[in-house]
């Protein structure tokens, strides 16, 4: 049963804690009120402690849970991104329907166990292994849709146009094989996607990159699209602004800035090397970026100018990505250390001048406010109209035990705790209750995927 009536002592709300608030979800799965300053009606719950909304986990590759921790050793005399590629292929090469539904499971568990509610997976592992396509070309798709909705967390589907190797390259290689799309395979996927019926999903559709999208592809897949997400990755890599540059004079966000329609529906994810006018042209667009700091790290990217975006007001979600990381404290974290690393200061995402002294904070407003508008949703958050998501913070957790309550946020993201959210509710349902969630066997499945598919030569 969805719907009822709660309250808890205090609750972020509008951006920071209001104390005493009393939350009623509606039978539709969506807040219908909230009022703060009240005391406890006899008819309410009384929430185990102090709220927070979900986030939203803006760019997931969920498949790519199977290979987390297992690209640690350099073998050769280099290794990045590109070699790190190749790797993770040969993984999206062999999982099957069955194996992708147990690992992606398990990656929503354990991304809901870290804070986040709802999942934008950037799906571009269409076809079978040979590369032919399957009965249903959704098959893949709703493999991940099962998962989602055996664990209870909102999923945005956004399948990916991928259509060919590089920017000199008219066609995909073979190891490549299982993403082949062009626009009107999107566009039907999005719609069988977005009509399905079932709850708690919805579906946008993704660009793979520049390079591997030709101008033509990509302006026919948005021509008629409507008020959908539209996702691509950007700027990730040296590599490819070098490539974009040669290939059309430009590098990638400038690229986009000038040739695609942006607006708000469009996403930029990783946007890790811009320039100033770059994010100056995206600032007037209306267009957000998605940064995935675990992921970035680990593939040594390079670090986004992460003040220059926030600075601009360019709308901020973040992402898990490959899922190194699957907690959104940890995220926050990496966000604010890499610009510390990076200048040699501390706290150097907080903005006293504009009112916003506390990094966690601001943080995360922007990603609470910039994930809700990636998954495509006009309101999110603890606000009347919105899914009605909370996350009820545990203050027993050690890294919270005895920390003032004003402080929670800061200590939540930069004191490490370890399971810090002991009830979760999704769209007016829980899904997490004294931390233990949906599907007890969601464990013992993933461990025989990964034991199948790490098995095989
Ligand atoms: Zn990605």
Redesign the pocket.
């Known amino acids: 049963m969805s719907g009822g009536l709660f309250w808890a002592p205090r609750a972020w709300i509008d951006g920071r804690w209001a104390e005493s608030v009393l939350l009623r979800a509606g039978d539709d799965g969506h807040w219908a009120e909230l009022r703060t300053g009240t005391a406890a009606p006899p008819q309410a719950e009384v929430l185990a402690g102090p709220l927070l909304p979900g986030l939203v986990d803006a760019?997931s590759?969920a498949f790519q849970r199977a290979f987390a921790g297992l690209a640690e050793r350099r073998e050769t005399e280099h290794d990045d991104f590109w070699s790190w590629r190749d790797r993770m292929y040969r993984v999206a090469l062999r999982i099957t329907p069955e194996q992708l539904r147990a690992v992606a499971a398990q990656l929503f568990a354990e991304l809901l166990q870290g804070g986040y509610t709802q999942v934008c997976e950037?799906h571009y592992l269409q076809h079978d292994s040979d590369g032919r396509p399957y009965a249903d070309p959704l098959a893949l798709s709703w493999a991940l849709a099962d998962a989602a909705a055996d664990i209870g967390i909102g999923l945005t589907m956004l399948p990916v146009l991928y259509e060919r190797a590089g920017f000199g390259s008219p066609r995909l290689r073979e190891d490549q094989r299982r993403f082949a799309t062009d626009a009107d395979a999107v566009l039907a996927l999005q719609r069988g996607l977005q009509s399905s019926g079932r709850p708690l999903l919805n579906a946008g559709v993704a660009i793979h990159s520049l390079r591997a999208a030709a101008p033509a592809s990509i302006a026919r897949l948005v021509e008629s699209l409507g008020k959908v997400p539209i996702h691509i990755?950007v700027a990730?890599q040296i590599a490819e602004v070098d490539d974009c540059l040669k290939a059309t004079g430009q590098r990638p966000i400038e690229w986009l800035t000038r040739h695609a329609p942006l607006d708000a529906r469009w996403q930029l994810?990783?946007a890790t090397h811009s320039t100033r006018d770059e994010i100056d042209a995206l600032a007037r667009s209306g267009a957000g970026v998605v940064i995935?700091p675990s992921?970035e790290g680990n593939l040594g990217d390079g670090l986004a100018d992460l003040p220059g975006w926030l600075d601009a007001g360019v709308p901020m979600a973040i992402?898990s990505?490959?899922h190194v990381a699957r907690a959104w404290p940890e995220e926050l974290r990496w966000l604010e250390y890499g610009q510390r690393l990076r200048h040699r200061q501390r706290n150097v995402c907080a903005s006293p001048a504009a009112g916003e002294p506390a990094t966690a904070a601001r943080l995360f407003n922007r990603a609470l406010q910039g994930g809700g508008g990636a998954a495509g949703f006009g309101r999110w958050g603890l606000m009347v109209g919105a899914r009605a998501d909370l996350l009820v913070l545990d203050t027993q957790d050690a890294a919270l035990l005895g920390v003032p309550a004003e402080r929670l946020l800061d200590a939540l993201v930069f004191s490490s705790p370890g399971r810090p959210f002991r009830d979760i509710m999704v769209a007016g349902r829980w899904t997490l209750r004294a931390h233990r969630g949906n599907g007890d066997d969601t464990a013992a499945r993933f461990a025989a995927a990964m034991q199948a598919l790490w098995q095989q030569p």
Do not use: A, I, L, W
């Open positions: 760019h590759h950037f990755h990730e994810v990783h995935c992921t992402g990505d490959s």
